[in-house]
């Protein structure tokens, strides 16, 4: 989000939730305990005004649970509880996150009149048999004709998709990116797979019945996934659990969780490109890299480890890399 814009968020773990996804337990994920009522959302929205300076666009922002799938009457107080706001302009928009298949008409009716703007969907993976293994308990063809439907309704459209679920593979988490832009939402989230404490994942994995998807892993897939939405012009919202105290402290056993992930996944992009730059460099050479600035961490990678790749990679006796403003997005090598 911009200067000028801030999401007051409210969490509402596991409320319409049908089942329990093997990676889920949103209250060690959002870092609260209890889903929220109506009276919290006032409180939240009464400390965001104090807090936020005159002329932010504030959006609430439902995140947790399958919002769509709570009971009728349970979705409409904790929106109206929000309108007295919206209606004053305090708030501009509400956001939320549900199900696939917890969309249909009468929903997006209902999301419409209380001043819902953004439906974000956790689509997780277009391979059905993924979907199964992981418990999620629709299929890619809810997400298909959830996204399609929310999209002419006129809100706005985010999908939420992960990498390293239950029988995948790299193949499966690039094909399920593709089939994702082509759907054509406003933005995504990747998810990385996390082992979170008191999931059916970790029993699995403790197990030995589920691989770990490690940093390195997902490192290397969502390398290979970012270029297809930048290329698709959607914007990545999220790359990567949001770090918490709670996942930070021990509620992350396991899996893809890092507080800079990425950053780790765009140097390695990053790294790619120069790996293409220093194809049939000669063994013993000198060679620089020259690199717009605002990348140039992205280049030389985490403690240097990127520059020290690619000089045993090639054989090189020195690698320079340096910043050089004329270059605009690409990296351009030189001899020394």
């Known amino acids: 989000m911009s200067a000028r ?11 319409g ?3 329990d996804c093997v990676f889920c337990n949103q209250r060690r994920i959002s870092g609260s305990l209890t889903p929220a009522r109506p009276g919290d959302v006032t409180e939240a929205i009464e400390r965001a005004l104090a807090i936020t300076p005159a002329g932010t666009r504030r959006q609430l922002a439902f995140y947790g649970g399958s919002f769509t799938a709570i009971p009728d009457a349970e979705q409409e107080a904790l929106l109206g509880a929000a309108q007295p706001w919206l209606e004053r302009g305090d708030i501009a928009s509400i956001r939320l996150s549900t199900r696939p298949d917890a969309i249909d008409g009468a929903v997006l009716v209902r999301l419409r009149r209380y001043g819902v ?20 308990g629709h299929t890619a063809q809810d997400v ?7 999209k002419a309704a006129g809100f706005k459209l985010i999908l939420q998709m992960m990498t390293g679920l239950p029988g995948s593979d790299d193949g499966t988490d690039i094909e399920s990116a593709r089939e994702i ?10 998810y990385p797979t996390v082992i979170v404490k008191d999931t059916a994942l970790c029993d699995l994995w403790r197990a030995g019945r589920y691989t770990e998807h ?7 897939v969502c390398a290979r ?20 105290e709670d996942l930070s402290g021990g509620d992350a056993v396991g899996g893809a969780y890092h507080p800079a992930l990425g950053e780790l996944v765009r140097s390695r992009i990053m790294r790619g490109k120069a790996e293409a730059l220093l194809e049939g460099a000669e063994p013993g050479a000198e060679l620089t890299l020259r690199v717009n600035p605002r990348l140039m961490s992205q280049l030389v990678g985490q403690h240097g480890a990127n520059r020290k790749y690619l000089t045993e990679k090639f054989g090189l006796k020195r690698l320079k890399i340096v910043p050089d403003g004329a270059v605009e997005g690409v990296v351009m090598c030189e001899k020394a």
């Open 5 to 15: 814009e801030s999401i007051i968020p409210v969490f509402v773990p596991h409320l």
């Open 17 to 19: 939730c049908p089942n």
């Open 225 to 244: 996934i970012v270029p297809i939405f930048e290329a698709a012009g959607i914007p990545i919202i999220r790359l990567g659990l949001n770090p918490t």
């Open 117 to 136: 703007e953004t439906v974000e969907l956790g689509a997780q993976s277009m391979s059905d048999s993924v979907l199964a293994l992981s418990g999620r």
């Open 144 to 150: 298909r004709e959830a996204s399609l439907a929310v």
């Open 214 to 220: 490690t940093v390195e892993d997902a490192v290397r």
């Open 181 to 190: 832009a082509a759907l054509s939402p406003d933005g995504v989230r990747v």
